[in-house]
């Protein structure tokens, strides 16, 4: 019977390292040009192509594989100039699965993203 309570908890950590895999990769939102990109190391990027081809990038850091810490955006004009508003970031986003969509939930709602394709657009790089 002492087996027991040590199988269950060696079960539940094989499930949530199933899990943390499946979080790595990039991810778009709802056929939007907006992506983020998981890297097994933690390191995050989201890039969104905005009207007027305005790209708004930030860096984040993927936290226990449960939530992601943005960085202050980027954002760069039609020509690469750099039109940032001082000190915009998008916070704290948490995550969670629902199916196969990956959803961040943070200070500006809630969005589902798929995993998408394998490399980030031009405009984002």
Known sequence: MKLLPLL???FSFIDFARADDSIYGLWQFESNAVYIEILEDGNTFQCRIAPGNVVITAKGKLVNGKSINWAPLIMRDINGKDITPEGISWGTDILSFQGSS???????GEFAYK???STLPAECR
């Open 8 to 10: 269950l908890l060696l």
């Open 102 to 108: 990956l959803n961040f939930s943070g200070p500006y």
């Open 115 to 117: 995993k998408c394709c």
